[in-house]
Nanobody, 128 residues
Framework: QVRLIESGGGLVQTGASLRLSCTFS????????IGWFRQAPGKERELIVA????????SYADSVRDRFTISGDKDQNTKYLQMNNLKPEDTAVYYC?????????????????????WGQGTQVTVSS
């Protein structure tokens, strides 16, 4: 059974950095695409990064491009989301998810429906 566990959230000030971890177990991670989502109170869930591990195709939402970076070798079971220059609007619960049916296209993943497995989430709070 595939499991995903996120960690690394916390409370930081505007402009700070955080690195979130997503640890995958129970399968061959290289077959999957990994997505990072976030959901702020009262807002819809937002896809911020999608990475197809087989070929490395990675896309970012406009809201985080140039500030957030996903990393981790294709076969490593832990993927990281490095978040720099954090802003109060980045405050949310962050989730990683894994999809077995993959695509190179960000729009394919945006709804969340392609993802088969989800982590429990980790809270990120950015104070102004």
């Amino acid at each position: 059974q595939v499991r995903l566990i996120e960690s690394g959230g916390g409370l930081v000030q505007t402009g700070a950095s955080l690195r979130l971890s997503c640890t995958f177990s129970g399968g061959d991670i290289s077959r999957y695409a990994i997505g990072w989502f976030r959901q702020a109170p009262g807002k819809e869930r937002e896809l911020i990064v999608a990475s197809r591990l087989r070929n490395g195709a990675t896309s970012y939402a406009d809201s985080v491009r140039d500030r957030f970076t996903i990393s981790g070798d294709k076969d490593q079971n832990t993927k990281y989301l490095q978040m720099n220059n954090l802003k109060p609007e980045d405050t949310a619960v962050y989730y990683c998810a894994a999809a077995l049916r993959t695509s190179d296209y960000f729009a394919y993943y945006r709804s969340g429906r392609p993802f088969d497995y989800w982590g429990q989430g980790t809270q990120v709070t950015v104070s102004s």
